[in-house]
């Protein structure tokens, strides 16, 4: 997809603050610094509607984009931040499950993660938990650009293992330096958003 238009809509704390809108929405999680941002960012053409991190796992929000009036992006905060205590935590965990588990318009989470290393406990933990839920999810490895093709078969393989990634789901392997996937990345989004 080209786009045109990318705004914030709205950054929420609660449910009730989520847009009142039918359009489809995917959502993206990942742990802080695995490249959240720059995949939007990518995706969407700018350079920084979604503000790369100068500080990791600072928005607690959920911020909803609005994508050529066809769709919206719900960039999830980040995981996995060891700087936010124990009570945020438990916060943060209870509004990102009340949104993936309840939001109807919900159809796909892009889950991010970073290409060079094994899944992290908080990113296996996330993927079970959406396949618990029965939520499609589109799996990216992020910077393969650190990586020599030759390898990327070995890292793909060791990352589905650690998060026992189910073959109906989508695997895309994306870097925002050489723009490796994004059109993969959009197909995948378009077709499970229904646009
Ligand atoms: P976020 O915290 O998940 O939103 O991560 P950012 O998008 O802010 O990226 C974190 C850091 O990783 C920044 O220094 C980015 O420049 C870098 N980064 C993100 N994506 C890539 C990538 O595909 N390749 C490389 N080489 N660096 C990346």
């Given at each position: 997809m080209k786009v045109h238009s990318a705004e914030i809509v709205i950054s929420?704390?609660?449910?009730?603050?989520?847009?009142d809108s039918q359009l489809p929405e995917i959502a993206l999680a990942g742990r802080?610094?695995?490249?959240k941002s720059s995949f939007i960012n990518?995706?969407?053409?700018?350079?920084?509607?979604?503000?790369?991190s100068s500080k990791p796992g600072k928005t607690q929000t959920l911020n909803f984009y609005l994508i050529e009036n066809v769709l919206h992006f719900v960039d999830v905060p980040g995981y996995?931040?060891?700087?936010?205590?124990?009570?945020e935590r438990a916060k943060?965990?209870?509004?990102?499950?009340?949104?993936?588990t309840d939001r109807q318009q919900?159809?796909?989470v892009v889950s991010l993660v970073d290409m060079r290393h094994e899944p992290t406990q908080d990113d296996v933990q996330m993927y079970q938990f959406l396949k618990y839920y029965e939520i499609p999810v589109i799996v990216v490895a992020t910077k393969a650009?650190?990586?020599p093709r030759g390898k990327w078969n070995k890292h793909e393989s060791m990352i589905k293992k650690a998060l026992g990634f189910e073959k109906e789901d989508d695997f895309i392997i994306f870097s925002s330096v050489t723009k490796q996937g994004k059109e993969e990345a959009w197909q995948a989004?378009?077709?499970l958003a229904g646009i």
């Open positions: 929420a704390v609660s449910k009730a603050q989520y847009p802080s610094n695995v490249g990518t995706l969407i053409d700018r350079k920084n509607l979604a503000r790369t996995g931040y060891a700087k936010v205590s124990k009570t943060w965990g209870k509004m990102i499950e009340t949104y993936l919900l159809k796909a650009d650190k990586i989004i378009e077709s």
